[in-house]
């Protein structure tokens, strides 16, 4: 952990308690993978705004680096910051009981809001998971971002529509910052109705991606079908295996694996953005 204000080669700040994620981001930095930059370990509600100054991407909640290489294959150029808050409040597989959604200690949305509100990034990208719990979640983020000037996008995207072996659906929003004749344009009476309604139900329709937008190089290619112990098969790409918590640290990689975001469906979902902003993706070295 390196907190502080960025240096020169530092242009990413990663961000995330779990230690072995920090340490597997720190190693895809130094392979080359991944954007450089600092890697902090700290809770986000330790963070000042002046943590983040000078650092061109952002990365809250990073886990093991998923969004700043998806940037990196969808062409992403400029500044950016990408989140993906915890998903255990929202989730039907999180362990939710009285203390659940918006009352969970999970919920760190509103951390790092308060960071986006006083840094006033450009574009912010998110993603969470989809259903009733998510779409509520998404309510209250939408509500917050717009009420400080931000124009909200979002879809709700399979990991199956870019050729995945299972469905994985996640929201994926976008935020872009409005100058100040759109925001009054926007109209506050808007966003405090929306408000009222997030708190209210949280069951806002989202925008739904046309089928053939995400689809991604290979989907057609040969799978091969894993037998599972339950007597059904499940198709997967040549040459990949079940991974089982057998060895030390196999419980550490797991819980990487599976809190990190598809990359595949989040760099489909940048260059959408990237397509809505009229951006040209940048050609990156083989």
Do not use: K
């Amino acid at each position: 952990m390196r907190p502080g204000r960025a240096t020169v080669g530092d242009r990413a700040f990663y961000n995330d308690t779990d230690p072995y994620a920090a340490q597997w981001t720190r190693n895809l930095m130094a392979a080359g993978h991944i954007t450089e930059g600092v890697v902090d370990e700290r809770s986000i509600v330790e963070l000042a705004a002046t943590d983040l100054v000078g650092f061109d991407r952002v990365h809250a909640f990073s886990g093991i680096a998923g969004w700043d290489y998806a940037l990196e294959l969808a062409g992403w150029s400029g500044p950016i910051w990408t989140g993906s808050c915890p998903c255990q409040p929202w989730s039907s597989a999180g362990q939710r009981g009285r203390d659940r959604g918006f009352a969970d200690a999970r919920h760190l949305w509103p951390a790092w809001f308060e960071l986006i509100r006083e840094c006033r990034p450009d574009t912010v990208l998110g993603e969470q998971v989809s259903g009733a719990g998510g779409r509520s979640w998404l309510d209250a983020v939408q509500a917050d971002l717009e009420r400080v000037g931000y124009r909200v996008g979002v879809l709700d995207l399979p990991a199956a529509s870019v050729g995945a072996p299972h469905v994985r659906a996640r929201l994926y929003f976008a935020a872009l910052r409005l100058g100040d004749s759109d925001q009054v344009s926007a109209g506050r009476d808007t966003r405090d109705a929306r408000r009222a309604e997030a708190a209210s139900s949280g069951a806002r329709q989202v925008h739904r991606v046309d089928r053939d937008i995400a689809v991604a190089p290979g989907r057609d290619a040969d799978l091969e079908w894993l037998e599972l112990t339950d007597g059904t098969s499940r198709p997967t790409r040549p040459g990949l295996r079940p991974v089982a918590p057998r060895l030390p640290g196999d419980v550490a990689r797991i819980g990487a694996f599976g809190n990190a975001i598809h990359v595949e469906l989040a760099a489909t979902f940048i260059r959408c953005v990237m397509g809505e902003l009229g951006m040209q993706p940048i050609a990156r070295a083989a």
